[in-house]
């Protein structure tokens, strides 16, 4: 199994441009989310999934939308892309976020710099 | 903002040393509860589930007190591979359960 594949690992912008980033998992997890790590921050849950057809937002969703059509997949999507923007984004999954002490699948992480 | 507080170190401690790491956390109806590990640039992953009993995996000890709204974990018999910063993680007590990460604590184990 691949497990949690994010791509793409590096990316540049610049400020204003949109750009999506593809997370994937093979696991038949229902639940999906993105967190961007920053320096001196811990991770902040920018959106999540529980399932397909089912988003929801985090602690820091502005400036971001995504998508579950289907189980495997949950994109997520920069609008217009700004320098507060600059982060390492993770997706992460698990089978089923309603039970208790569930390990998180966390993908290699994207580092995104707009300049 | 429901926090999760840790001392972000560093810990610098030679080969051999015991060193315990402690967390507290805001929010009284947290359920579930935490330690991962992140490598530097890599992504977190699970060291371990913190029961209410503790528990204990090898030289790794977590202990857990409600009352106090506390986490620990203790490292015994420390190793160079053991450097990493560690994570701890409980999650919001909300119905989906998401997770609230605190920024970690940097460990760095000496020759």
């Known amino acids: 199994n691949a497990g949690v594949t994010q791509t793409p690992k590096f990316q540049v912008l610049k400020t204003g441009q949109s750009m999506t980033l593809q997370c994937a998992q093979d696991m038949n997890h229902e639940y999906m989310s993105w967190y961007r790590q920053d320096p001196g921050m811990g991770l902040r849950l920018i959106h999540y999934s529980v399932g397909a057809g089912i988003t929801d937002q985090g602690e820091v969703p502005n400036g971001y939308n995504v998508s579950r059509s289907t189980t495997e997949d949950f994109p997520l999507r920069l609008l217009s892309a700004a320098p507060s923007q600059t982060s390492v984004y993770f997706c992460?999954?698990?089978?089923?976020?309603?039970?208790?002490?569930?390990?998180?699948?966390f993908g290699s992480g994207t580092q995104l710099s707009v300049l | 903002r429901k926090e999760v507080e840790q001392d972000p170190g560093p810990f610098n401690v030679p080969e051999g040393a015991t060193v315990a790491f402690n967390c507290t956390y805001s929010?009284?109806?947290?359920?579930?509860f935490f330690w991962y590990r992140q490598d530097c640039r890599k992504e977190p992953k699970l060291l371990m589930s913190v029961y209410s009993s503790g528990n204990e995996d090898g030289r790794f000890t977590a202990q857990l007190n409600r009352a106090s709204q506390y986490i620990s974990l203790l490292i015994r018999d420390s190793k160079l591979s053991d450097s990493a910063t560690y994570l701890c993680?409980?999650?919001?007590?909300?119905?989906?359960?998401?997770?609230?990460f605190g920024k970690g604590t940097k460990l760095s184990v000496k020759p």
């Open positions: 993680v409980v999650n919001d007590g909300g119905s989906q359960g998401n997770l609230i």
């Open positions: 929010n009284s109806a947290s359920q579930s």
């Open positions: 992460a999954s698990t089978w089923d976020r309603e039970s208790t002490n569930e390990k998180l699948f």
